[in-house]
């Protein structure tokens, strides 16, 4: 044992090659995504080219953090500082971001822009890691569901007030299935799923706009407004179904190519996979994405300190909940919130999030066993 820390401490790059299953999938689903992307038939304007760039630097992020001293994450200074500085960005986007399709979610620099929801959903697995990984003995008491959901929720109604229904319900999930772990009491649980019952009850009536009320409502019955509504939803289906077993070919899919299914390098690429890979390419991706959720939980299960468990399994519920909202919204089991799938949708600060992701993981998969212990009392709250 002795040996064996000692080896990864003189040898990083030995240390971080064990955690290669993560890099390589991650690659993998990227490819496949960009596969998706470029119309192969037509010769028309992609947007591959763009996303294999991003691809890159994501790669670089990737080794940059894995390779990287991150024992600061574990310190409260560093977490308190990051929810802040999280807060700050979201609440200015609501002030100075133009809208875009009725919402305030980017920033606009020049040729690029940056989505802050995106740096937010690491620095609130990192803040909840850090919450629970001192407390989770203690989660049989209310106070500290109650307290950290308050700050979960401030990032939450935030992202929610964007309006991003997709991405507020991911935080939700993840918040959720930490506190899952963490060893919360049934009695607690049915509390909070009650009080739940009743937030979405008000989200519904005061807090949803009435375009977002008209997706849901045209999720239960999409043909009652097919040409409307539910066509993205309908047009998602078809494009599904039709791939059958083997697909129409990479490149060849024409729900997708010719412009039937709206969006489909980005909120509806599982559904452009899945018509030109067919029933199979979806064995492959699930197959892939079951991979590496199972090595994080791996990681999770083996780390050397509880902040670096529920970091890795935040990780792994935020990468669950974006494949299961993604691939059910494309399968019309959920209603259209315009949500990613990881590492395949096009975009740049969603890919190079979920990349830096997975190099944190392995960085302090590498350095977990030397990690310094805190005391309990140094968070906020506790």
């Given at each position: ?101 009725g919402a305030k979610s980017w920033f606009s620099l020049g040729a690029f822009s940056f989505q802050p929801a995106d740096l937010a959903k690491l620095v609130f ?219 395949m949708s096009y975009g740049g600060s969603h890919l190079v999030m979920e990349f830096a992701a997975l190099g944190i993981v392995a960085s302090l998969a590498r ?16």
């Amino acid at each position: 044992m002795n040996l064996e820390r000692k080896a990864s401490s003189t040898n990083p790059f030995s240390a971080v090659m064990r955690e290669w299953p993560l890099l390589l999938i991650g690659i993998a689903l990227s490819v496949l995504g960009i596969l998706t992307m470029h119309p192969f038939a037509t010769g028309s304007e992609t947007l591959a080219v763009r996303q294999s760039i991003w691809l890159l630097i994501a790669i670089g992020v990737y080794a940059t953090l894995a390779f990287s001293d991150l024992h600061f994450m574990r310190r409260t200074p560093s977490i308190v500082a990051g929810y802040a500085v999280v807060v700050v960005l979201l609440g200015m986007l609501l002030i100075f971001a133009h809208s875009v399709q009725g919402a305030k979610s980017w920033f606009s620099l020049g040729a690029f822009s940056f989505q802050p929801a995106d740096l937010a959903k690491l620095v609130f697995i990192a803040f909840l890691a850090k919450y629970f990984s001192r407390r989770h003995v203690e989660m049989k008491h209310p106070r500290h569901v109650l307290i950290s959901g308050a700050y979960a929720a401030v990032i939450i109604l935030l992202v929610l007030v964007q309006p991003d229904l997709g991405t507020a319900a991911i935080l939700g999930s993840v918040w959720l299935g930490l506190i899952l772990v963490s060893g919360i009491s049934k009695k607690h649980l049915a509390i909070m799923f009650v009080l739940g019952a009743v937030a979405v009850t008000g989200l519904w009536f005061f807090g949803l706009h009435d375009y977002q009320r008209t997706r849901i409502v045209a999720f239960i019955n999409p043909a009652a407004d097919i040409r409307g509504a539910g066509y993205n939803a309908y047009q998602a289906v078809v494009a599904v179904g039709s791939g059958e077993v083997f697909g129409k070919g990479i490149g060849y899919g024409t729900q997708s190519k010719l412009r039937f299914l709206p969006e489909y390098e980005t909120d509806f690429i599982f559904a452009a996979f899945a018509e030109e890979w067919g029933f199979i390419g979806v064995g492959i991706v699930l197959t892939l994405y079951g991979l590496l959720l199972t090595r994080l939980l791996s990681i999770a299960r083996h780390a050397g300190t509880n902040f670096d468990a529920f970091f890795t399994l935040g990780v792994a519920i935020l990468f669950t909940s974006h494949l299961f909202i993604h691939a059910g919204i494309n399968l019309g089991l959920l209603p259209v919130t315009g949500t990613t799938i990881p590492f395949m949708s096009y975009g740049g600060s969603h890919l190079v999030m979920e990349f830096a992701a997975l190099g944190i993981v392995a960085s302090l998969a590498r350095q977990g066993r030397s990690a310094p212990r805190t005391s309990p009392k140094e968070f906020p709250g506790g």
